[in-house]
């Protein structure tokens, strides 16, 4: 599967993005889906995730309650909002895929798609 992000630029402290991720390639439904992030110099991290049948959902405490991210199957797409940013969330964000289980979303994606650039500014 092929993934696509955008939406991503410049914000404030305390401002708010979302991000988009378009699928193709294969079906979108059959797959979980979830968002990483990569600060400069640190390792790629998990941000959130959500399951095919979107009755799952999972994030890291660091974005608990000001993240959510959300899947349109009829679109192909998954979406992360970020609300309350704060300049630690400054990152390169990429989405992922993955069609074993939920958790193996988190830990070992099957595709990736290219980053998009997320800069808070304080």
């Known amino acids: 599967v092929q993934l696509q992000a955008s939406g991503g630029g410049l914000v404030q402290a305390g401002g708010s993005l979302r991000l988009s991720c378009a699928a193709s390639g294969r079906t979108f439904s059959n797959y979980d889906m979830g968002w990483f992030r990569q600060a400069l110099g640190k390792e790629r991290e998990f941000v959130g995730a959500?399951?095919?049948?979107?009755?799952?959902?999972d994030y890291a405490d660091s974005v608990k309650g000001r993240f959510t991210i959300s899947r349109d199957n009829a679109k192909n797409t998954v979406y992360l909002q970020m609300n309350s940013l704060k300049p630690e969330d400054t990152a390169v964000y990429y989405c992922?895929?993955?069609?074993?289980?939920?958790?193996?979303?988190?830990?070992?994606?099957?595709?990736w798609g290219q980053g998009t650039q997320v800069t808070v500014s304080s």
């Open positions: 992922a895929a993955a069609g074993g289980s939920f958790r193996s979303l988190k830990y070992k994606p099957d595709y």
């Open positions: 959500i399951s095919w049948n979107y009755l799952n959902t």
